[in-house]
């Protein structure tokens, strides 16, 4: 067997096993926590007294005006110097709900805003509240239109979580690199690590395919039921 493939079958279930433990769930809770964010931003945006939108817009300004990366260094190396500390987990997941945050309220907050004013009248018309017509004629609207746009967003914060690694977090990329330190063998580590990130985003963009058309077979039943 050549070096080069004995290498990456010795290294792959460590590699994988960084992946289970520590890329899978930052990646899940971060969106999760971020698709929070972002919808209550969004929100904010769309329909809040001007203070609270001034907020909004804001915080969306900054986290897109900023690379990620610094925005972890600030969380994990420098909030320690007026007296917050954090481990390292939970830096990167506070880090990447925030960077989600932000661009998941402008996907979402284009969504909302596509929906025709008469589905507003319309709910509003049947008696329901504001909060009534928000959850059970907009959003299912607008989720059709957000779904390709946030799958999307969901695909590359599995390959961003690998910047955790620059502040200790030991995912999958830092394993790689734990792995190259003992080795010397960086290419052949690095390229395996790399394929194991583009398995896990191909499932994912044919999951977000399915989804799609799914979502797509919905608005057709709908536009059909009117």
Same mark, same amino acid.
């Given at each position: 067997?050549?070096?080069?493939l004995?290498?990456?079958?010795?290294?792959?279930?460590t590699?994988?096993?960084?992946g289970v433990?520590?890329?899978i769930p930052?990646?899940?809770?971060?969106?999760?926590?971020g698709?929070?964010?972002?919808?209550?931003?969004?929100?904010a945006?769309?329909?809040?007294?001007?203070?609270?939108?001034l907020?909004?817009?804001?915080?969306?300004w900054?986290i897109?005006?900023?690379?990620l990366?610094?925005q972890?260094?600030v969380?994990?190396y420098g909030?320690?110097?007026?007296?917050?500390?954090?481990?390292?987990?939970?830096a @990167?997941?506070i880090?990447?709900t !925030?960077?989600v945050?932000?661009y998941?309220?402008e =996907?979402?907050? %284009?969504?909302? /805003?596509?929906?025709?004013?008469?589905?507003?009248?319309?709910?509003?018309?049947?008696?329901?509240?504001w909060?009534q017509a928000?959850?059970?004629?907009?959003?299912?609207?607008a989720?059709r239109?957000?779904?390709?746009?946030l799958s999307n967003t969901?695909?590359s914060?599995?390959?961003?979580?690998?910047?955790?690694?620059a502040?200790?977090v030991?995912?999958?990329f830092?394993?790689?690199?734990?792995?190259? @330190?003992?080795?010397?063998?960086? !290419?052949?580590?690095y390229?395996?690590?790399a394929l =194991?990130?583009l %398995?896990?985003? /191909?499932?994912?963009s044919?999951?977000?395919s399915?989804?799609e058309?799914?979502?797509?077979?919905y608005?057709?039943m709908?536009?059909t039921?009117?």
């Amino acid at each position: 067997m050549p070096h080069w493939l004995q290498l990456m079958m010795d290294s792959l279930p460590t590699l994988l096993w960084a992946g289970v433990k520590f890329t899978i769930p930052l990646t899940l809770l971060s969106f999760f926590f971020g698709l929070i964010l972002g919808l209550a931003t969004a929100v904010a945006r769309l329909f809040s007294p001007m203070p609270l939108r001034l907020l909004a817009r804001f915080y969306v300004w900054v986290i897109r005006g900023t690379p990620l990366l610094v925005q972890l260094f600030v969380i994990f190396y420098g909030l320690p110097s007026v007296g917050i500390l954090l481990d390292a987990f939970s830096a @990167a997941l506070i880090g990447f709900t !925030l960077n989600v945050g932000a661009y998941t309220s402008e =996907i979402i907050r %284009a969504a909302i /805003s596509s929906v025709p004013k008469g589905q507003w009248e319309a709910a509003f018309s049947t008696g329901m509240s504001w909060r009534q017509a928000m959850q059970r004629t907009i959003l299912p609207q607008a989720s059709r239109v957000a779904v390709p746009p946030l799958s999307n967003t969901f695909i590359s914060l599995v390959k961003d979580t690998s910047l955790a690694a620059a502040i200790t977090v030991p995912e999958l990329f830092q394993s790689a690199q734990r792995i190259v @330190a003992t080795t010397y063998e960086p !290419l052949i580590l690095y390229i395996e690590a790399a394929l =194991i990130y583009l %398995a896990l985003s /191909s499932v994912l963009s044919n999951l977000q395919s399915r989804l799609e058309v799914r979502f797509a077979r919905y608005g057709g039943m709908m536009e059909t039921s009117r």
